[in-house]
């Protein structure tokens, strides 16, 4: 059982600072969390690594967080998306008392500020009419995260989350209301869900679902603290030798290059043969954010397809490209090496540029 603490967030601020690039999985710009601690506790979560107590021993709850938020917001551009997607589940058990994302959504919603929300809990729902009224105004997205459809499998890997089929559900009724879906399949875990046929059936039921697109990125590990906890679940899953993360990782936080563009041809090509998106597709916010993040996120997405193809080269020029029109760095006139370059322009306003 958690424990809730009631306090307020004193000089800590609401929103992370501004990213110095567009957060290319969750379009954002900046990133908050409801609640410190997180009471589903995940066993591969990051999130165990900011604290010396267990993640979901106790949840704080700062009660000040919708009144510092409706200040920070004064110093931000309407067009800059904020992710409520760091370190904790917004809609996890502590909401159905305190209500804070609720009151957090309705401050977004009277400024009309780009959001999207990450959870893994169906509570979402009860806040659909909030979502509904951002989305018309900007842009509201749901995202989801999901590693496996085994409902053996997935009670192993996330503790106290939801069951994967309420998730879908979850997701198809939100896409129902009109509000645009998304699956983070985060993380991808070498042995555990990385399989041929666990990818083919998770990314079946996205398909199913007719989730808007699904994102991935692979389990990182950044110190031994994490790499004891990974060998620790291994354990408990199966006869996973330490060797086996000692090869695709070595002595990095990340998996090896090798490893992540097979996996990666692999899963785009099962989406493409399911026609799932594998980025937030343009039609979801074009015209909704920033011209400038509008057109950084672009090159981003088309870079992680260039990296996933080998062309590696292409990819760092369209990253490089991305960051200075994030920034507002930019020289128009290098918009030109990139495919891109007719949609570019146009949308930064420089459609007479030969």
């Not at 501004?18 to 999985?25: A, I």
């Amino acid at each position: 059982m958690a424990y809730y603490i009631r306090d307020a967030l004193h000089d800590a601020p609401a929103l992370s600072p501004r990213r110095p690039t567009v957060n290319e999985f969750f379009l954002s710009s900046y990133t908050m969390s409801i609640y410190s601690g997180c009471e589903l506790g995940c066993p591969y979560c990051d999130s165990w690594l900011y604290s010396d107590r267990p993640l979901n021993e106790t949840i704080n709850v700062p009660l000040d967080l919708p009144q510092r938020l409706a200040s920070e917001l004064e110093a931000v551009d309407r067009g800059d998306l904020i992710a409520i997607s760091a370190l904790s589940d917004p809609y996890q058990p502590a909401e159905q008392t305190y209500r804070l994302t609720r009151q957090v959504l309705q401050v977004l919603a009277e400024r009309g500020q780009p959001t999207l929300v990450l959870t893994k809990s169906a509570t979402v729902l009860e806040d659909t009419a909030l979502l509904q009224r951002i989305n018309e105004q900007s842009l509201a997205i749901v995202m989801t995260t999901l590693l496996t459809v085994d409902p053996h499998l997935a009670p192993r890997l996330e503790g106290k989350a939801p069951p994967p089929a309420l998730r879908l559900e979850m997701l198809s009724e939100l896409k129902r209301a009109g509000i645009p879906v998304g699956v983070a399949l985060l993380p991808v875990m070498p042995y555990v869900n990385d399989t041929d046929s666990g990818l083919r059936s998770l990314l079946r039921a996205c398909a199913d679902a007719q989730v808007d697109f699904v994102i991935w990125d692979y389990l990182h590990i950044p110190n031994e603290r994490h790499r004891f906890r990974m060998n620790e679940m291994l354990a408990r899953l199966g006869s996973y030798p330490v060797s086996y993360y000692r090869d695709i990782y070595g002595e990095q936080p990340v998996v090896n290059n090798f490893y992540r563009q097979e996996r990666d041809e692999t899963i785009i090509t099962r989406c493409n043969g399911l026609a799932l998106e594998v980025r937030a597709p343009h039609r979801i916010f074009a015209g909704r954010i920033a011209p400038r993040n509008e057109a950084a996120l672009l090159l981003k997405h088309a870079a992680f397809r260039d990296r996933a193809s080998g062309r590696e080269h292409i990819a760092i020029i369209q990253r490089e490209l991305a960051d200075q029109v994030y920034n507002g760095t930019y020289d128009p006139g290098a918009l030109k090496q990139t495919a891109l370059a007719p949609t570019l322009l146009a949308l930064l306003g420089h459609g007479d540029v030969a």
